[in-house]
């Protein structure tokens, strides 16, 4: 899957590869998907940015053996042993229609340090946006109550103000187009042993850097139209009468 474009023709395959598989005739799923389809199709606005919002674990290993390095013709070449050193966790947000993405590592994946994460969203990143239009799955922390485990109740409903929330439905997390990115960290960045949280911040703010230098905007082509033919078997069947 190509990161900076879905085609319609290409989301059926992909579908059929995920370990998730969409509910048949779910007026909850049908109802979820069409209002973040919806949010897709809105022309870019810098006072109501889009912003997509996922996050990803990452075992920290440790090379037990010191690596034997490339030649020409030959890998590197790492032994099988490893030392565990833990799991750290990464929220990647990304507003796909400026082509911009970042990516923040955090020791564990908390209610907490997802409220933390959305308040230097607003605060930081988009300080001067009226709202910020927020995509994002299902997952357990993923709430807007998150907040006020986190702070006071006035900084929580403030915060909140200036949130336009839209959740996936369940089942439906290829919705998400941070997911694009994140497969794309994955692949360039965290294929490999990072044996520790300094390095992985390291080398993702390396890559975060890389990767916002050119315009690279991600292209949604799938909309509710598709949908309802692509998907029609997902959606129930109303009886006349």
């Known amino acids: 899957m190509r990161a900076d474009d879905i085609k319609k023709n290409e989301l059926k395959p992909w579908l059929r590869k995920q370990w998730v598989i969409p509910p048949q005739a779910s007026a909850d799923f049908i109802c979820a998907m069409e209002g ?3 949010v897709y199709t809105r022309p870019y606005d810098p006072a109501r940015p889009v912003v997509c919002l996922d996050e990803l674990s990452k075992p920290l290993v440790a090379e037990t053996r010191i690596p034997i390095p490339a030649e020409p013709g ?8 490893y ?51 927020l995509v994002m799955d299902n997952l357990n922390t993923h709430k807007p109550a998150a907040l006020y485990e986190a702070f006071e109740p006035a900084g929580a409903r403030a915060l909140l103000e200036r949130l336009e929330i839209h959740h996936t439905p369940k089942h439906g997390s290829w919705l998400n187009m941070a997911e ?6 994955s692949r360039q960045c965290l294929d490999r042993r990072i044996p ?4 992985l911040t390291r080398e993702v703010a390396a ?20 949908a309802r033919i692509n998907l029609k078997p ?8």
């Open 234 to 241: 997902l959606y129930p069947s109303i009886q006349d009468g």
């Open 196 to 199: 520790d949280l300094e390095t």
């Open 74 to 81: 030959q890998p590197q070449r790492v032994d099988y042993e």
């Open 207 to 226: 890559w975060e850097q890389a990767r916002n230098a050119g315009p690279r905007p991600v292209n949604w082509r799938f909309t509710t139209p598709d």
């Open 83 to 133: 030392e565990r050193r833990g799991t750290a966790n990464l929220f990647l947000t990304g507003e796909p229609l400026a082509g911009h993405r970042h990516v923040t590592v955090t020791e564990q994946r908390t209610a907490v340090d997802f409220a933390k994460e959305v308040r230097d969203l607003l605060e930081v990143r988009y300080p001067h946006a009226e709202k910020v239009v």
């Open 36 to 38: 973040v389809l919806e």
């Open 180 to 185: 694009i990115e994140l497969s794309v960290l």
